[in-house]
T-cell receptor, first 111, second 118 residues
Framework: GENVEQHPSTLSVQEGDSAVIKCTYS??????FPWYKQELGKRPQLIID?????GEKKDQRIAVTLNKTAKHFSLHITETQPEDSAVYFC??????????FGDGTTLTVKP | GAGVSQTPSNKVTEKGKYVELRCDPI?????LYWYRQSLGQGPEFLIY????????DSGLPNDRFFAVRPEGSVSTLKIQRTERGDSAVYLC????????????????FGPGTRLLVL
């Protein structure tokens, strides 16, 4: 089955700096790669996603890149703010099937 | 309409007891997913429904776990003879479930039920 690995497990940056989180997946049939932000005690919230027919997608300060050949995708957050502090999860899925999640990255943005 | 809702928000039970966790998906969503999230880990897939039927139950850890969705809307996750290792947050998600040519769909999560087995 699908295996998703996420790095780093913790990331600390200064406010205004950029943050990058990377994930790799194993199943070349995966065609959907969402990123979720989860604050303590809350539900995972979708922040951006990318489909396998696209190489890059951007939404304001957040961007995601996908390299299908290497089977890896990355989340980029620019101009980080303290409210960006949370746990971020990547995931991979095929169609409407189950999502396989990474183990999360705890991002801390220091004011 | 409203998002995915789950009840109860918290459940404390004793080892060996039976529990039921409920999920109300977004209205009109035919696909429904159950995940389990342990502390410090990502959500782990349990089961996926398309309408009333379980399309993929490969994530259920053993036969103590069972889920139903009799009318294709509300789903109940049932855990028999609970064990301390079952303690986790149980998350439910739903998506449109159109399944158009294998196109991916966004899954929207509920707030979860925090289960503690003493």
């Amino acid at each position: 089955g699908e295996n998703v690995e996420q790095h780093p497990s913790t990331l600390s940056v200064q406010e205004g700096d950029s943050a990058v989180i990377k994930c790799t997946y194993s199943d070349s049939a995966s065609n959907y790669f969402p990123w979720y932000k989860q604050e303590l005690g809350k539900r995972p919230q979708l922040i951006i996603d990318i489909r396998s027919n696209v190489g890059e997608k951007k939404d304001q300060r957040i961007a995601v890149t996908l390299n299908k050949t290497a089977k890896h995708f990355s989340l980029h957050i620019t101009e980080t703010q303290p409210e960006d502090s949370a746990v971020y999860f990547c995931a991979a899925s095929i169609g409407t099937g189950k999502s396989t999640f990474g183990d999360g990255t705890t991002l801390t943005v220091k004011p | 309409g409203a998002g995915v809702s789950q009840t109860p928000s918290n459940k404390v039970t004793e080892k060996g007891k039976y529990v039921e966790l409920r999920c109300d998906p977004i209205s009109g969503h035919t696909a429904l997913y159950w995940y389990r999230q342990s502390l410090g880990q990502g959500p782990e897939f349990l089961i996926y429904f398309q309408g009333t039927g379980a399309a993929d139950d490969s994530g259920l850890p053993n036969d103590r776990f069972f889920a139903v969705r009799p009318e294709g809307s509300v789903s109940t996750l049932k855990i028999q003879r609970t064990e301390r290792g079952d303690s986790a947050v149980y998350l439910c998600a739903s998506s449109l479930g159109l399944g158009l040519a294998g196109a991916a769909e966004t899954q929207y999560f509920g707030p979860g039920t925090r289960l503690l087995v003493l």
